[in-house]
Structure formats: C-alpha cells, structure tokens
C-alpha cells in the first residue's frame, strides 16, 4: 500500500503540471497575474516583451543573411580554388607535351588541353563575374550609414 502511494506520487511529480501553450497554463496565467503582465510571453528560463522577441527575431534575420551571404562567398571561393588548380593541372600537361617531339596524337592532345584551358578560364571569369555582381548586390543593401 505504502509502495502504490510512493510510486503514484512520484509519477504525478514526473508529470509536467503545466506545458508550454496549454489551456491549463494560459487559463493558469489568467487567474494569478495582473492584465499588465498576461503580455508577458514566457519560454524556458527567459520572460520577454512580444516587442523583445521582435527585436531578436530581427537580430536573428540579419545574422542569418550575413552567414548565407558568407556561405556563398566561401562557394564562391572554393570552386575558385578548385578551377585554378585544375587550370594548374592541365598547364602542366600542357607544357610535357610541348618539351617533346610531337605525334599526331601529341598535337590533338595539345589542342584539347588548350580548349579545357580556355574554357576553365572562362568559367573562372564567370564565377569572378558572379562573385563581383553579389558583392555590389550586397553594398547597394547595406544602409548608407553602415558604409
């Protein structure tokens, strides 16, 4: 008898007596606090103002599009990086098979590398291009008085 009372009342303690968005709490808030305070939105361990959380709502939006526009000027630099070194590469190959005597193969081969060279130079240029365009982007949304 004494164990069912021990086990019963440590369930009920478990149990949260009152949730976030509950009838039981908004109908809770109403009876115990003043009109003043039933504007008061509380979460967690914070209380604050619907003005507050529109504050920090704006605050989180603007650090969310500072990190997206850094995300996509690391993008930017990465697929710089990586059509520079595949330019290198090819380079590379290039310049072997010009210290050698060249077959008809050698030249054909030659050529191709010329024109993976320039069309890896050209998409570079577009993506220098894109990343030129996203930064003025950027500049023209700042406020006057942030530059």
Not at 72 to 86: A, G, P, V, Y
Not at 115 to 143: C, G, M, T, Y
Request: proline share 2%.
């Amino acid at each position: 008898m004494e164990l069912k009372r021990s086990i019963s009342a440590s369930a009920e303690a478990e149990r949260p007596m009152r949730r976030y968005g509950a009838v039981e709490e908004t109908e809770w808030k109403a009876e115990t606090l003043g009109r003043s305070q039933l504007d008061i939105i509380s979460m967690a361990e914070t209380t604050m103002m619907p003005e507050e959380i529109e504050l920090e709502m704006a605050k989180i939006q603007r650090l969310r599009e500072v990190l997206v526009r850094r995300e996509s000027e690391l993008r930017f630099m990465m697929d710089d990086i990586q059509l520079c070194k595949d330019i290198m590469n090819l380079k590379s190959e290039l310049q072997n098979l010009v210290k050698k005597k060249k077959t008809k193969m050698d030249k054909q081969r030659e050529d191709e590398l010329i024109q993976k060279i320039h069309r890896l130079v050209q998409k570079r240029d577009f993506l220098v291009d894109d990343a030129e365009v996203e930064r003025l982007r950027r500049e023209e949304s700042l406020p006057e008085s942030c530059s």
